[in-house]
């Protein structure tokens, strides 16, 4: 939601309307309030205190504006004070064109390392909403007030100008009315992401777990099942459908593939060969010719990247690695695979051949991901050798190679360039090296960087620093490591989702994940951030990029950098973890604690140049 | 009646089975002990990994795992024979090496690990753990022993010499009478 100069002088006047009647609603009379996005709600008719906000967070009219082609969002918070039944409605008034809302009940977490409660998972509610406060379900004693997430949905074709809207609550015999005045400007955010925002996962395995009705009631069947894809397709929408995209690592430490995530083989050594393609094509099909994402208001379209199930144990055996078996193997399935890729018109996916695989844990004698001893890079140089051999050079299917890098990452750019196209670098190494990303473009390659999601307990604007840094940083992109494990009781012991943005909606009757707090959030700032990575058609990309880096956290843009520390010239396996965390410290702690209304300045600042063009 | 003979006419080919894999992966593990070159394994854990696996840093708490590193031309050869030998069973298995630590005689590591991603024993992901009371056994006897402790679960232990005849590791032969082919796909 975006505060304009002129939404934010009517801000202040309902603020201050709400600081002179902040009794209202503790004497017992029911209240429909609202917040900015960056204030999360907590069950007591306050915002959670990382979030620092206070009554003057609350308002009880909104004046907002936004982008076509692009989501607005707000907190819509129900008080009331008195245990009963509530109404909520929503709804345009008027024409509303094309514009849509949708609306979600905000659960709140209880979170075990501090004993708060914070609303993230977001369950899809059909209007008008009806329920108790408490809340039934969500077993919050003395709570006296549920949050809701909006999202109002500006198509790209929406037509430009002033729409209203306004959501009721009902309850005790009295309502509450909150209007809503939402400017439609009409800049158009573009299709493509500025900053393709990665989420990433392991197996399957997981999804039997989180879905214990479904699984249960097919039991050995249902990794063959329909369902079973039904639900990973369902992930992947998610994503898409909040600007991201969803990856599924199909393989162990040790070569153990998922049997969904390979097509079968059959024979070995020369004789090797697919046998079949049916749970691959079941999988992936409608993930790589986007009819998948039919429904999806993005529109239907191809996933970007996909991980192959490639590893040194597939789809060559390792008792033949070094011997004309291996080769015969590897390059018999890959050159199959891209022949079947090629004649199923699979060409807008690149297809990962990526190394996920640590000595550690004792598969395989070198590493795949993170290299840290350099003498590991021998392998790399020989995978990307093979690949070539598989391929035919005019290939219109597109295979990359792809490495997760950190210690070695500066020596790997060079030694590996021209094999591996695809980096993953680690946020900590890639920060002493300004420039590099754009190198790696100029050449043709695909630079990401990655970390993980926030908890819920940091303040809720801490996620917008990803996509930020990434793009002032020159970046493509950015992986969250792990996105969709919750832990075993996200309900009631929240472990604080650092490994999730996602839950699964079992528990409520869905079939498939619901998203968070979080992940919205992080979506309105990707597609805001798209806006203002396009207005460098006018304005040079350093001064928009300068300008968003002083709002969001007073910095310059040489503060998002790490001095390349003397470290950097030990051999990388000589490395401590302490002395690369003391080496990146400086660029650190500027992002340590965001300030809730950091992004807010940023997009007052984007929809102050998006009201400008013409 | 009905039920209890039909009940004995599936549970006993089970039974016998199970007793075949046990066989069976005996009969792996007795060759393993043959095979596999003592002193081979005890190049692959290079010294300085051995060094950083008890060092305990509070600031850096995986110094270990980032540290560990092998002689990739002994973890080959072994890993070969380890793959060869699994595939004398008719049925899916994993041969992994296991090694005792000098100097801490209440520890036992898995060196090598295979493609079924099998063990009775390994928590998933720790470089070293407490010593399994069979795994002493056999290092301490030399005779094989079978561990069916995990439902559905068989593994065999087998001894591992060096030319000087002395244990320096052994092998578990191990599978399951169901194979999860999901599980460890992470």
């Known amino acids: 939601m975006n505060m304009s100069t002129r939404a934010r002088a009517s801000t202040v006047v309902v603020a201050f309307t709400a600081a002179l009647f902040p009794a209202l609603a503790a004497n017992g009379t029911a209240e429909l309030q609202a917040t900015e996005e960056y204030r999360r709600p907590d069950p007591f008719g306050g915002i959670v205190a990382a979030d620092h906000g206070d009554l003057s967070s609350f308002w009880r009219a909104l004046s907002i504006e936004g982008a076509r082609g692009a989501y607005v969002s707000f907190h819509l918070v129900a008080k009331v004070p008195t245990p009963g039944p509530y109404a909520l409605t929503l709804r345009f008034e008027g024409d509303a064109g094309n514009l849509q809302l949708d609306l979600f009940r905000e659960w709140f977490h209880f979170t075990d390392s501090d004993k708060q409660y914070y609303p993230d998972a977001l369950i899809p509610v059909a209007l008008p909403y009806r329920s108790h406060l408490p809340e039934p379900d969500n077993r919050i004693a003395q709570q006296t007030a549920q ?37 439609v400007l009409p800049a158009i955010v573009p299709d493509e992401d500025v900053m393709l925002m990665d989420h990433n996962s392991y197996g399957t395995s997981w999804i039997a777990d ?115 078996g291996y080769e015969a193997e590897f390059a018999n399935v890959l050159s199959e695979m891209e022949r079947h890729f090629r004649e199923k018109g699979w060409t807008r996916t690149h297809f990962e051949l990526f190394f996920n695989h640590k000595k550690r844990y004792m598969g395989f004698p070198w590493d795949g991901d993170e290299v840290r001893f350099p003498r590991d890079n021998k392998y790399f140089l020989e995978y990307g050798r093979l690949l070539k051999k598989a391929l035919p050079a005019d290939t219109p299917v597109q295979f990359v190679f792809r490495a997760d890098v950190s210690w070695d990452m500066e020596h790997q750019f060079k030694e590996l360039g021209g094999v591996v196209n695809m980096w993953i670098a680690a946020r900590d190494v890639l920060s002493w090296l300004p420039g590099m990303p754009q190198k790696l473009r100029d050449r043709g390659d695909v630079i990401w960087y990655y970390s993980g999601p926030p908890v819920v307990t940091e303040p809720a604007s801490t996620i917008t620093q990803f996509a930020l840094q990434g793009w002032i940083w020159s970046a493509g992109g950015f992986v969250h490591w792990l996105t969709v494990d919750p832990g075993k009781d996200p309900w009631f012991h929240f472990n604080g989702g650092g490994t999730a943005l996602v839950y699964p909606g079992e528990r409520f009757g869905i079939e498939g994940p619901i998203a968070s707090v979080r992940l919205k959030i992080q979506r309105n700032a990707v597609q805001e951030l798209t806006l203002l990575a396009s207005f460098q058609k006018r304005i040079p990309v350093a001064e928009l990029k300068s300008e968003a880096a002083r709002l969001y956290n007073h910095t310059s843009l040489a503060e998002w950098y790490n001095p390349r520390p003397a470290l950097a010239d030990q051999p990388t396996y000589d490395w401590s973890g302490t002395a690369l965390d003391e080496a990146t410290k400086p660029a650190m702690s500027h992002l340590e604690k965001i300030d809730p209304a950091g992004w807010s300045r940023v997009r007052e600042y984007i929809l102050r140049l998006a009201a400008e063009e013409k | 009646m009905k039920i209890f003979l039909l009940s004995l006419v599936l549970l006993v080919p089970l039974a016998g089975a199970e007793r075949d894999m046990a066989r069976e992966l005996d009969e792996v593990a007795r060759i393993a002990t043959v095979m596999v070159d003592g002193d081979v394994c005890q190049r692959i854990v290079t010294p300085r990994a051995l060094d950083y696996m008890f060092k305990q840093d509070p600031h850096d708490p995986w110094a270990a795992g980032d540290n560990y590193e092998v002689n990739d031309e002994a973890f080959i050869a072994i890993k070969k024979t380890l793959e060869r030998l699994s595939r004398l069973a008719p049925f899916p298995c994993d041969v992994n090496l296991w090694m005792p630590i000098a100097g801490h005689p209440d520890k036992i590591r898995v060196v090598i690990r295979n493609v079924h991603e099998l063990s009775q024993f390994w928590p998933w992901g720790a470089l070293y753990q407490d010593m399994i009371p069979q795994m002493k056994q056999v290092l301490g006897t030399g005779r094989r022993v079978t561990v069916t402790e995990k439902p559905g679960w068989v593994s065999v232990l087998a001894p591992v010499y060096n030319s000087l005849g002395d244990t320096v590791a052994l092998v578990e032969a191990v599978s399951q009478k169901r194979l999860d082919s999901h599980e460890n796909v992470k």
């Open chain 1, 210 to 324: 989180d879905y214990p009705n479904v699984s249960r009631k097919l039991g050995e069947a249902f990794f063959q099942s329909d369902e079973f894809f039904r639900l990973i397709h369902a992930y992947h929408r998610i994503f898409y459908e909040n600007h991201g995209i969803f990856h599924q690592l199909g393989y162990g430490h040790a070569g153990k593939v998922g049997p969904e995530f390979a097509p079968a083989l059959e024979g070995s050594g020369r004789r090797r060969h697919i046998a079949n393609w049916n749970l691959y094509d079941r999988h992936y099909g409608p993930l790589f010719d986007g009819s998948a994402f039919a429904q999806s208001r993005r529109g239907s379209r191809p996933i970007p990247f996909v991980y192959l199930p490639v590893n040194p144990e597939w789809p060559a055996s390792f008792i033949n690695w070094g011997e004309p």
């Open chain 1, 147 to 183: 949050a809701f997430w909006v999202d109002l949905w500006i198509p790209p074709d929406a037509r430009p100008g002033a729409y209203r809207a306004r959501a009721v609550l009902e309850a005790g015999g009295t309502s509450s009315v909150l209007p809503i005045e939402l400017q």
